[in-house]
């Protein structure tokens, strides 16, 4: 009998494509960090979640968002802050990809099904060194995690009264910063730290190391690690989402700066004004920490912060977002087809077609997807400006957590669509759109083509 | 001497791509109305027109967009509106269609080289019939424009006081709902037939008309004119730009209804809420007409219609934005993709992956544009919310001419953004795509493919 429904499950789950499982498994880490997050004895005294928030904590921390309807310092408790860790490290380095680690742990093999589930989390394209590759990202992620933990732990001594808040303060600062949750429990994001330029180089440093990409920080590795230097090739992927990265980073910065240049940064000296516009637009590559009340932008400078948030991070990495390569990829596609040419060419290398179409395809999605929840926002949340709405919008869909300031006064409507969209923002498009697709669906027929007028 | 220039001024002009001349036909149409509009023999007394508002309506007339800096009503006198009638014909039915027209006319034959352009200009996937679908055109336009004008000037006898005025009111009315235009020289658009149900219809039904793209008119006129109606196959494209056409006028009329049904269309009747719905619909379609001020709209009725604006109207019709088959293509892509379908099917037919890969660069072309022009309108005019910008923004990619009532505010920064949309809304996508791109490019080698990560 009850082996007879362990078949009925096992053969339920195997018609589920790699996509589905991944569905799945995000909503169980949802559900269970929801109960988590509930528990009594995490909160701090008197504090009452209700399931609401308690859901959307979790869909935030699991999809390391970082937007946040209740203060993470007035809610959870010390123990509170390392479950929280937990949960973010979790998200962050993707469920699939940590639960395949456990597994591993318990000493399963890992069968065929299982390692394409990874590479589909991953979007890693070839299966080889799969269990080697899931065993790198660990290492590389809680390296960069501890040594930063440590940095900021023995910095933070001068900010906070006792060592041991310096610690968890330190602790929470570079999980949250590694993996761009963006949670904090200052209270204030990083505003407390407006003035103070090595605590940001170190959050941006951190930040820029989890959303480049666990392939990118691989290769890196290897380079670093390698004797012969000249025979490591990086990759196509690597070169282009790094590059795609830093000319974000350095047009985000540009124009935050010209953009607000007679209105937030009118009063600030050179290198206030340099870091503000250099933090804030690493922070759109999806970290969500912010150095200022970013609502004190104007709205061109919101607008430009809004686009780099959807686009968000590179694939495979801690954050959400279209992702790098896709704009890149859509971008060069319109360049190279407005200069009449057959071909998508970068770095001496030409982009498969298929590529090409399924950018358009996620591109495309995400703007409805996005559009869609702006107009339903506006809808049930008439209390807000269209720039507050559309800003929290793009935040929650690119995962970043930037906010102008109304999460917390959303109603129960508002905090489901946000919700959604983290989800969705986090398993990607891809994902998203195979949840109602079957298992190899074939076209078995053909009909004529008929030429189109389009435009 | 002047032989060898003119030789050079040919050789220059044969360099040029069939999209790059219409660019400069429609170039020279702008300066010509320019003029035109400028001659104070035309204006009412007191009147002093500046340049660049000039520009802006000459620019709104041949792109036929109706967006208005000053009161056509008080600005214009009956030999103006009848010169802006004349530049609105222009622009609606094609300045290249119209100039072969005249060339025609002139007894000059026409050239190959002629006759691609004119092609280019209508989206024609044939050579066939050019000459025969011009003189087909321009008979089917001024057929519907005479039917409408003599409706309409009857009908307008009850509300104006001289049966001339209500003729010179007709003809415009006629003229500006058929070519979609949007002009209007009540001064309050059609606000004062908001109770009139049958001027609001006559003038759906032409704006229907002229929307709804050339080869469809030229197709039912086929239908209706053959005998034996079952061997008239109606093409592919026909069908869907009219089902999309359909679907979309449907589908705002619901929306625009449902998302202010308690607040606009709170205190209204059944049948008023749905002749504002359903003509405020229609009237996104492409003709900028309004039967009330859409500013009394809520954000998300307004969201929606920007978004039906951005849509517009059919490929070779008179109107502007991403064309409807362009939207339709994109759609059925994505919901083919997700559906696991390497094919994308419609009405028994594939659709080429050529036309699905130019529907992508126009969508995506023309959301980078006007995201563009909202940043920088937002920047030069502060003094306006998002959502008025972004619908002004959407109305003039969309050659749509609906207005939230800020246009006769704006600064001349922020007319010649809406002049650039009007413009390229109107020539199209691949037009100002193609401005840059020279003849003939092709490439001459290939480098590697390689497997890239998207999403
Ligand atoms: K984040
Ligand atoms: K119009």
């Known amino acids: 009998m009850f082996n007879n429904l362990k078949t009925k499950f096992n053969q339920y789950f195997d018609r589920l494509t790699p996509f589905q499982v991944i569905v799945l498994f995000y909503a169980s880490a949802v559900i269970v960090s929801t109960i988590l997050v509930s528990l009594p004895f995490l909160h701090k005294e008197g504090v009452d979640l209700s399931f609401i928030d308690a859901l959307f904590t979790a869909v935030s921390a699991v999809s390391v968002t970082g937007l946040t309807v209740v203060s993470t310092m007035d809610t959870f408790n010390t123990a509170g802050y390392f479950v929280l860790m937990f949960i973010l490290q979790f998200g962050g380095i993707g469920v699939m990809t940590l639960g395949t680690f456990i597994w591993l742990m318990l000493g399963k093999k890992i069968g065929l099904r299982r390692r394409q589930l990874i590479k589909t989390d991953q979007n890693r394209s070839t299966f080889a060194g799969m269990v080697k590759l899931i065993k790198q990202i660990l290492l590389i992620i809680l390296l960069i995690e501890l040594v930063g933990a440590i940095i900021l732990s023995i910095y933070f001594t001068q900010y906070f009264p006792t060592t041991g808040e310096a610690i968890v303060q330190g602790m929470f600062a570079s999980v949250s910063a590694t993996t761009n949750a963006g949670f904090d429990i200052t209270g204030v994001s990083l505003v407390i730290f407006e003035n103070d330029y090595f605590v940001q180089f170190i959050n941006m440093l951190l930040l820029t190391l989890g959303a480049i990409g666990f392939p990118v920080l691989i290769e890196i590795k290897d380079y670093l690690t390698h ?26 910065t540009v124009l935050i700066y010209l953009l607000d240049r007679n209105h937030f940064f009118a009063d600030k000296s050179w290198h206030e004004a340099f870091f503000f516009s250099l933090f804030q637009s690493v922070t759109t590559r999806n970290g969500g920490l912010a150095t200022m009340d970013v609502a004190e932008f104007s709205v061109p400078t919101l607008l430009v912060i809004c686009i780099l948030m959807f686009i968000g991070a590179s694939p495979s990495s801690v954050g ?67 720039m507050q709405i559309l800003f929290e919008a793009c935040s929650a869909f690119g995962t970043t957590g930037l906010s102008m300031g109304i999460t917390p006064d959303l109603h129960t409507a508002g905090k489901i669509i946000i919700i959604t969209l983290m989800f969705i923002g986090r398993i990607g498009i891809f994902s998203f759109l195979f949840i109602i697709r079957g298992k190899g669906i074939k076209d078995k027929y053909h009909y004529p083509k008929e030429p189109m007028i389009i435009g």
Do not use: C, M, W
Request: hydrophobic residues 50%; proline residues 2%.
């Open 227 to 252: 004797k012969q230097k000249n025979v490591i090739h990086f990759s196509l992927f690597a070169k282009l989402t790094s590059v795609t990265f830093g000319v974000l980073v350095v047009v985000g």
């Open 320 to 386: 959400g977002g279209i992702r790098t390569t896709t704009f890149a990829i859509s971008l060069l596609s319109v360049i190279s087809y407005a200069r009449g040419k057959s071909h998508v060419r970068v770095f001496r290398r030409e982009i498969d077609p298929d590529d090409i179409f399924r950018s358009f395809i996620v591109i495309n999605t995400a703007i409805a997807i996005t559009g869609i929840a702006v107009i339903l926002l506006n809808y049930f949340e008439p209390q807000f400006s269209l």
